[in-house]
């Protein structure tokens, strides 16, 4: 039987209604969405709508609207559980109280893939905007040789290594300098879209939505898996359950507001861009967001001006994301399931420093190297996997802990958090049976691993008991 960690112990080991794991609570609701809409909004639609375009053609706001329901339906699950249980796991955390150690071992296996790879792939599209703002301003480029890896034509791509380079530093800095670096970086990156849009609208021409789905059902489909990616990174709003100054009621408000505000802006962004040139010119073009201002506006200004909104999107991007995936590590580390360097935080700056430079270390790497194209789909199979885990772990912490203090609840229980997962495997299905096989070799390997060390060394095998209550957790507190 799978060891389950009660919700009550995951709260008692952090500390998370006290001072913190070492942590300090610095995060008041303002910064918890900036943080939010730093996490989430940047290379998805800077880079990745004509990715989107490609697939869908002017029918991406459907595409848009089907990713974000989907999220939705699990941002509620995330609300709900965020509240309740407010420690920096996050799904990893969620998954070890409704379903497990193993369950929750292999969601953390995914959420390294799916930040990991989300901090490699927008520290490269940081890269191709870095350029487009030289451009702009210089009229010069940085060498293809040290803009791009060795799969993609060049060498080594250096500005995304700096990037990383530059998001650890303020993270080791500490959680309050992160926090007004994500919030002034949010409202510029705002200000930006917003202004695109007035452009975009400017020279918007019906016709240019004409057909509006020219691939039909298929290409929706496709689109939507393809714009979900732009959605990732809402839920490392949970990973701050142990620094913000009231998580019980400031998480689930801000995951929520989030997305709100997210999706309106991205439906509006693709209206823009297609109805001001047409889905042919935005389709698998890089930087395209300059590029549809250039050609409106008939100047390189603008389009710089977007270039500069995206070079600090994006980096919010990074920062946010490499926060949420130290504080995964540091709560897995906690448990005994990875090796204890990731849970040491310093007395200085209240960071888990170690851990964060090894992060920024391992995932530089292929930032400057590879060629990510490969294993996005592989990324976004992995994220879809851990909604669904969410959403099932809904369902199973209201059977098991009816009486947990929830400061928010699901809607329409259970209605709600069987569609997230239907629509999680919807989404899935479309990534492709490729997809689908690199996917069940990548949990074979995080099932051996854990198997090899996790289960060994969690904290909870010394407990003689499958199961914790929470009557056994000062007993078990003590014992670890």
């Known amino acids: 039987m799978s060891r389950i960690k009660s919700p009550h112990l995951l709260v008692a080991e952090s500390g998370a209604d006290r001072a913190g794991?070492?942590?300090?609570?610095?995060?008041?609701?303002?910064?918890?969405?900036?943080?939010?809409?730093?996490?989430?909004?940047?290379?998805?639609?800077?880079?990745?709508?004509?990715?989107?375009?490609?697939?869908?053609?002017?029918?991406?706001?459907?595409?848009?609207?089907?990713?974000?329901?989907?999220c939705v339906f699990t941002a509620l699950a995330f609300a709900e559980l965020g509240g309740a249980i407010p420690v920096s796991g996050s799904s990893y955390s969620f998954a070890y109280a409704g379903l497990g150690e193993s369950t929750a071992f292999l969601v953390g296996w995914c959420l390294l893939l799916e930040y990991g790879i989300s901090?490699?792939?927008?520290?490269?599209?940081?890269?191709?905007?870095?350029?487009?703002?030289?451009?702009?301003?210089?009229?010069?480029?940085?060498?293809?040789?040290?803009?791009?890896?060795?799969?993609?034509?060049g060498i080594v791509n250096l500005p995304a290594v700096i990037v990383?380079?530059?998001?650890?530093?303020?993270?080791?800095?500490?959680v309050r300098e992160s926090a007004r670096a994500t919030a002034a970086m949010a409202a510029v990156?705002?200000?930006?879209?917003?202004?695109?849009?007035?452009i975009g609208f400017?020279?918007?021409?019906?016709?240019?939505?004409?057909?509006?789905?020219?691939?039909?059902?298929?290409?929706?489909g496709a689109g939507t898996t393809a714009a979900f990616f732009s959605y990732i990174g809402?839920?490392?709003?949970?990973?701050?359950?142990?620094?913000?100054?009231?998580?019980?009621?400031?998480i689930p408000v801000?995951?929520?507001?989030?997305?709100?505000?997210?999706?309106?802006?991205?439906?509006?962004?693709?209206?823009?861009?297609?109805?001001a040139i047409g889905g042919d010119q935005v389709a698998g073009r890089p930087a395209a967001l300059s590029y549809v201002v250039n050609q409106v506006t008939g100047s390189t200004i603008g389009g710089g001006v977007i270039a500069f909104g995206a070079v600090v999107a994006i980096a919010s991007v990074v920062l946010a994301v490499m926060y949420g995936q130290t504080?995964?590590?540091?709560?897995?580390?906690?448990?005994?399931?990875?090796?204890?360097?990731?849970?040491?935080?310093?007395?200085?700056?209240?960071?888990?420093?170690?851990?964060?430079?090894?992060?920024?270390?391992?995932?530089?790497?292929?930032?400057?190297?590879?060629?990510?194209?490969?294993?996005?789909n592989l990324c976004t199979i992995g994220t879809l996997a851990i909604m669904a885990v969410v959403n099932i772990a809904v369902i199973a912490l209201r059977r098991r802990e009816p009486a947990l203090a929830r400061t928010f609840r699901v809607p329409l229980y259970p209605v709600v958090p069987l569609l997230g997962v239907g629509f999680c495997l919807y989404l899935m299905y479309e990534t492709g049976w490729t997809t689908w096989i690199q996917f069940a070799v990548f949990l074979a390997v995080g099932l051996l691993v854990y198997l090899g060390y996790g289960r060994r060394n969690s904290t909870l095998a010394l407990v003689k008991s499958d199961a914790v209550t929470p009557d056994a957790t000062d007993a078990v507190l003590q014992e670890a």
Request: net charge positive; aromatic share 6%; proline share 5%.
């Open 164 to 174: 990383i380079a530059m998001a650890a530093v303020l993270l080791v800095r500490g």
């Open 234 to 250: 809402f839920d490392a709003i949970t990973t701050a359950g142990e620094e913000a100054k009231n998580p019980r009621r400031d």
């Open 327 to 376: 504080r995964i590590l540091m709560s897995m580390s906690r448990d005994g399931l990875i090796p204890r360097v990731f849970e040491k935080v310093s007395p200085k700056t209240a960071t888990p420093v170690a851990g964060t430079l090894i992060v920024a270390a391992v995932f530089a790497l292929p930032a400057a190297f590879a060629s990510l194209d490969a294993v996005m």
């Open 202 to 220: 400017s020279a918007f021409k019906d016709g240019n939505l004409v057909p509006f789905s020219p691939a039909g059902l298929g290409g929706i």
């Open 254 to 275: 801000a995951i929520l507001v989030c997305m709100g505000v997210v999706t309106l802006l991205y439906c509006a962004v693709a209206l823009a861009a297609i109805g």
């Open 21 to 70: 794991h070492g942590l300090r609570r610095t995060m008041g609701l303002f910064q918890l969405i900036c943080f939010g809409i730093g996490a989430i909004v940047g290379t998805g639609i800077f880079v990745g709508l004509s990715d989107s375009v490609a697939q869908a053609g002017p029918a991406v706001v459907v595409s848009f609207v089907l990713a974000a329901i989907t």
């Open 119 to 153: 901090i490699s792939a927008v520290a490269v599209g940081w890269s191709q905007y870095v350029n487009e703002l030289l451009h702009s301003l210089t009229g010069r480029q940085l060498p293809h040789a040290l803009s791009a890896g060795p799969g993609d034509g």
């Open 189 to 198: 990156k705002l200000v930006v879209l917003v202004a695109f849009c007035a």
